[in-house]
């Protein structure tokens, strides 16, 4: 139910900005990109409301609404990884907190809600110049740093990249080239879906710039990318939307997804600074009916650290709700996006205007739909800037 117009409107809130934008690559293996968001504009967006202060995410999922409107996702910031815990993923906080203590020996810090308002809510909270936080009762929580080991998928992604070997970027002593990089694309990447239990698809992304010929900073001043996976179903009735998007039939839903980013700077896993603008791509307005995107978005990627050699290492993992399809085809893209449509509508989420005007600055496949691959399971290796054929691997999981 909408809430009262004062209670954002005349108070305003905080918005919190996460992540942003991808695109193809070559001819032979570049699916093709999504159209521009303008063709069809949102009517609905999500801001952030901050808690008083940072809680634990148990604590946190006490606040199912504000001021009348449902919570969409937790939002928390640790020092080493950012991310979104949702109330429609299929998982439970408790099995969260789970499953991240047991990759990064740490627990989600919680320190703002989303909720989704309409457009036209979000200007006026926009341009407010008061700032609203969510107050709570619960005792703030200051999470313990993570173990800079603690990543194993890092490790298992490294050994499928042939110059590292299964070495850290440092450890292999690359040397930084003294030319400026000449591309945003990563060198190499590393995909995995699969299913661990019944209700849940994993996606993992790993993206590897040599930091000699590739690297973020390359990239155009005022775009960022979207690292997406795209799931496909076969079934007749999804050509059509109906109802419109997200369709349920593909082997993974486009909704309420679990997700977290982290970048790695030396020996371990390090800072993946809020100012990077993490999120979650829901957007699928221009989508085909029988397509859901599972995508990360980066909106500054200019500002993700790097190594000392350059190099650098990012990982992207969502843990998505299971859809109809048992399996159904896949494809794999890193395409750039525009962030104008951001800098001219603030109060549209970023999910909502990255992409509404074009990027030049292209795309880098990771699997063209054309090779007809299916998934849950899947995991595969793209290398030399999505210019070879990906290379198939057995999954860790």
């Not at 909106?299 to 990982?315: D, F, L």
């Amino acid at each position: 139910m909408p809430a009262s117009p004062s209670l954002f409107g005349a108070t305003g809130a905080a918005l919190l900005i996460l992540l942003a934008a991808a695109a193809p690559a070559n001819a032979s293996e570049v699916p093709d990109t999504r159209e521009s968001k303008a063709r069809e504009q949102t009517t609905t967006t999500t801001i952030s409301i901050p808690f008083s202060h940072a809680i634990s995410l148990v604590d946190a999922v006490a606040t199912e609404s504000v001021g009348g409107y449902d919570v969409v996702a937790y939002e928390f910031e640790n020092a080493e990884f950012t991310g979104e815990f949702s109330p429609l993923s299929g998982v439970s906080a408790e099995e969260f907190v789970d499953e991240i203590s047991r990759s990064l020996e740490t627990e989600p810090q919680v320190v703002a809600v989303r909720v989704a308002v309409p457009v036209e809510e979000a200007k006026s909270v926009s341009r407010s110049r008061s700032a609203q936080t969510v107050p709570t009762l619960a005792a703030e929580y200051v999470a313990p740093a993570a173990n800079p080991a603690a990543s194993e998928q890092l490790r298992h992604y490294r050994e499928q990249i042939p110059e590292l070997n299964g070495q850290s970027p440092a450890a292999a002593a690359l040397q930084r080239a003294t030319a400026k990089p000449s591309t945003w694309k990563p060198t190499q990447a590393g995909i995995s879906i699969f299913r661990a239990d019944t209700s849940t698809v994993y996606f993992e992304q790993f993206l590897y710039w040599d930091g000699s010929t590739a690297s973020t900073t390359a990239m155009a001043a005022d775009d960022g990318w979207e690292a997406e996976v795209n799931v496909f179903t076969s079934r007749p009735d999804a050509e059509t939307c109906g109802s419109g998007h997200p369709q349920d039939y593909p082997f993974a839903k486009n909704y309420g997804w679990s997700w977290y980013a982290l970048v790695n700077t030396g020996s371990g896993i390090g800072p993946m600074a809020s100012s990077v603008g993490a999120y979650a791509d829901y957007n699928d307005n221009s989508d085909p009916c029988n397509r859901n995107s599972i995508a990360i978005g980066i909106r500054t990627p200019q500002a993700i650290p790097a190594y000392p050699s350059g190099a650098q290492e990012v990982m992207l993992t969502v843990f998505a709700p299971r859809g109809l399809d048992n399996t159904g085809k896949i494809g794999g893209v890193i395409q750039a996006v525009n962030e104008t449509g951001c800098v001219l509508q603030p109060w549209l989420s970023n999910t909502d205007c990255m992409g509404i005007t074009s990027s030049s600055s292209g795309a880098r496949a990771t699997l063209s739909e054309s090779r007809n691959w299916t998934a849950p399971p899947k995991c595969w290796a793209s290398g030399n800037y999505g210019n070879n054929a990906p290379v198939a691997y057995d999954c860790y999981a």
